[in-house]
Each structure stands twice: as C-alpha cells, then as structure tokens.
C-alpha cells in the first residue's frame, strides 16, 4: 500500500461545496421563508439539507485515512500522532464552545448550549484518528457494526421515538439540563441535534468515512462505487423499520448520507483527479474550519450590533418582495453570504494562508 503523495483536490473540492451549503442552509435572510429543501426535515425524513452536516463529517474521515494513515505507514510512531490529533480534536471543541458562549453572551434572549456543530466535529476527528492508528480494518468495521446495531438497540430499548420523549433527549437533558439547543416550554425537557447520545452513530458515519477514503487511496474504486451503492440500499431500506431522522441520527441516516457521500466523493475524484476539471469550492475546502466559524461569527456580530435586520431589508427585501415574493430575497441574502465568504477564502488563498487549528 503506497502513501499518497499530496492531498486529493476532489476532496478540498467537495468540502469546499459542503461548506458552502453549510453557510447556505444556515444564513438566509428570512427563517420564515426558506425553500422547503433548504430547511432541515421537521422530524423524520431527510431532505438536501440534511445531508450537509454528514457529508462533513464522512470527509474527516476520509480526510485522517489520507493525512494519517500514510504518515503512520511511512514510520511515524503512533504516540505523537495521537497526540497531535487530540490536541487538535480539543481546540475544535474549545471553539465550538467559544462561538457558543459569545452568542450567549452577545445576542439577546440567547441561552447558553454547550454541545454544537464544531464539538461534534472535535470528538469525532480525535476518535476516527485514533482508529485509524491503533485499530486494524477489520476492527474498524467490527465497530461501525457495533455503534450501528447497539444504537439501535438503545432506540428500541428507550421506548418512544418522538420529540422531547425519545431517549436521545432524555440523555441530553439529563447531562445537560437546559443547555442545549432547544428547550420545550411545556414539559422543560431539552434536545441537541448535536447532542451526547446521536454523537455516537456520528462517529460511525465518520468511521464509513476513513474506510472510504483508505479505498480511494489505494484506488479500489470499483468496490467503493459497489460498497456506495450498497450502503444507500441498506439505508433506504432500514429506514422502512427505523426512519431516516437527523436529529437522531439513526442508523438507517448514517447509512443513507454514507452512500451518497461515498457516490459524491467517487465524481469528484473522477472529475477532477481523472479528467482535470477544475476543482471548483477548493479554496473554502482548504479554509473550511475557518470559513465555517467566522461564518458562525458573523451570524453573531451581525445580530448583536443591530445590523442584519437593517442589511436584509436594505439590500435584498425592500425591492425584491414585491416583484418576487418573500422567498426570493431570503434566499438571495443567503447566496450573497455565501459569496463573500467565498472572496474571503479567496483572499487568504491568494496569499497562501490557511488558518489551521
């Protein structure tokens, strides 16, 4: 097995439009009016939107099978690489916590959350690299098998699978109490998509990405291409017993994205490590984190000093509405905010800087 000689520009490239979609799907100018397949699914379901987040994280896990694990074949010891990659596993997670205590602190009748976007990324990044360096395939596959049908189980085991009353809530409420993402006024229990229980078949989906980005490193692209397809069938059909839930992230969700995921990475690396396509969204690829929290932040500062009400109407609503209905302005904000976080990238890359944590 060879080491990869440099990062892949296919996989800068579709972080890059994940990312993109991550600054869409969560910055349009209206909540009010969003385009039914730019919002989450209310419950079970699963629309574009939900895609987003797993996508992000099947690409950390492709991204440690080719950063990592060539290092670790090349001779590296596993101690030092383990270290690097927790202590960076730690800032993700202090930053997530940070953004969250700045909106708190920042915007008005905000709460304190303590789980979020950026901690899931964290422990998810620090566990699959430790896999990665201390757990043979099989082992890796043994627990994604695990997480899968053990998750499961503590579904079926907690009774009821509907909001507020699910297990998943009841644990996030029962560890964090009211700080988490939303609180139900009429019983005060809590729920985090982002919270303790669902992190654990986040971590699988993870895991299906570090055993999909070792396949594509030693180019077994036909078993991947057949282990994609595989994996959306088994998702589509788990999910006529278990249902397709993001906020859950059940196990018939984890596989359902994987398998997209797994067909989205394989076009890319067709398209533009084969054909030479130019590998467009790689310069927010590059700057992702970067790109994904100062974006956070600016939803933030925006609120806080009074100014994105302002800005919408100014800009997008006063003269769209009445020629376009509602939907066309908040969606234009969200596309424009996009855009200027895609001339930021691209002034930090132009001057080769990459904010790494």
């Keep these: 097995m060879s080491a990869a000689p440099h990062r892949l520009a296919s996989l800068d490239a579709l972080r890059g439009c994940t990312v993109a ?31 987003v987040f797993p996508f992000f994280l099947f690409m950390v896990g492709v991204s440690v099978a080719l950063a990592i694990v ?10 030092p690489l383990a270290r690097a990659a927790l202590w960076r596993a730690l800032r993700i997670v202090a ?16 709460h304190l959350r303590l789980p979020g976007v950026l901690q899931r990324i964290g422990v998810c990044f620090g566990a699959v ?23 499961w189980g503590v579904l079926e085991l907690g009774g009821s699978l509907q909001p507020w009353f699910n297990i998943v809530s009841r644990t996030d409420t029962a560890v964090f109490g009211r700080y988490v993402y939303l609180i139900d006024p009429a019983t005060g229990r809590g729920h985090d998509p982002e919270g303790l229980l669902s992190t654990l078949p986040a971590l699988a989906t ?3 990405g570090l055993r999909a980005g070792c396949a594509l490193r030693t180019e077994k692209l036909k078993p991947l291409l057949l282990g994609g397809l595989l994996t959306l069938l088994l998702g589509a059909l788990w999910s006529l017993w278990l249902p397709l839930n993001k906020n859950l992230w059940t196990p018939s969700f ?44 600016m939803q933030i500062l925006l609120p806080a000093l009074g100014w994105s009400g302002p800005l919408y109407r100014t800009l997008f609503a006063r003269w769209m509405t009445p020629r376009f209905g509602p939907y066309v302005p908040s969606l234009a904000y969200a596309l424009a905010f996009v855009a200027l976080w895609w001339v930021i990238v691209w002034a930090l890359d132009r001057r080769r800087i990459y904010l790494k944590l």
């Design 70 to 79: 060539p290092r670790r074949e090349q001779g590296a010891a596993s101690a």
């Design 254 to 297: 984890v596989l359902w994205c994987a398998g997209w995921a797994t067909l989205a990475l394989l076009a890319f690396h067709a398209l533009i490590d084969r054909r030479g396509w130019p590998p467009l969204g790689r310069r927010l690829g590059v700057n992702a984190i970067a790109a994904y929290a100062g974006s956070e932040l």
């Design 206 to 208: 993870t895991l299906l």
């Design 21 to 51: 979609a991550m600054l869409l799907v969560n910055d349009p100018g209206d909540w009010s009016h969003v385009y039914a397949p730019l919002d989450h699914a209310a419950w079970n379901g699963c629309t574009p939107t939900d895609l």
């Design 95 to 110: 930053l997530g916590v940070a953004i969250n205590g700045l909106a708190w602190w920042l915007m008005p009748g905000a």
């Design 129 to 151: 690299a430790l896999f990665a360096l201390y757990a043979r395939p099989r082992a890796q596959w043994a627990a994604i098998a695990t997480l899968l049908l053990g998750y």
